[in-house]
């Protein structure tokens, strides 16, 4: 079982990524990657240089028990560097196994969009964006948007500032959480209750992944001490699958 609350496994066919917004200053995938290439752990030799990993893509083939999958959660799929014909490898796995689901979480969005211009979205992909701030948010929504998929989803976390008004037409599901680690920004109160009241009127499932170094009150603590609670209640929403 993975520890990210909002999935079940995770699926790395790449490993290693490179910096493109603010959201990456404290990447949680390169702390971890430098650990396991320092452990020796197969496939980090590199370290957190890109690394694709055929050997790892027939992983899902053989786990019979329906799965919710994170897709490369030590990197990003659309990369420049990572050549659309092993992308298509990852989608022929996914196509291959209907009884598990796949989310598939992207800062490139518009290597995505280009990506699905001429193919379609399998129905237990579920495509979403990583939204931090408004000048990346904004046009990584409407690359989104613009991709036919049947479970569109964005990934707020960590979220570093108010929002505004988010256009979340043809978007189903919304993941915010604040930042956790060394050097840490915080997360206000209010920017998370926005979203989640944006949710709500536009019947967006909303899941509140945690509050991350700083806590609902301004103060800095352990990630766990903070908990995940807003506003005194745990937020678990998340799309059926196969809706």
Known sequence: MSKIEWTEQTWNPVTGCTKVSPGCKHCYAETMSKRL????????????DLSLLSE?????LT????????????????????????????MDVIDKTPRHTYQILTKRSGLMRKYFTQRDVPDNAWLGVSVEDKKYGKP?????????AKTRFLSIEPLLEDLGC????DIHWIIVGGESGIGARPMREEWATSIRDQCGRANVDFFFKQWGAWGEDGKK??????GRKLQGRVWDMIPAVGF
């Open 37 to 48: 290439q320092a452990m020796g752990a197969r496939g980090y030799e590199n370290g957190f």
């Open 56 to 60: 790892r893509l027939s992983q899902p």
């Open 63 to 90: 786990r019979r028990t329906p799965t919710m999958y994170f897709v490369n959660s030590m990197s990003d799929l659309f990369q420049d560097e990572v050549p659309f014909y092993f992308v298509d490898h990852v």
């Open 140 to 148: 990584r929504i409407n690359d989104l948007q613009g991709i036919k």
């Open 166 to 169: 988010l256009q979340l037409e």
């Open 221 to 226: 603590r352990s990630k766990k001490a903070n």
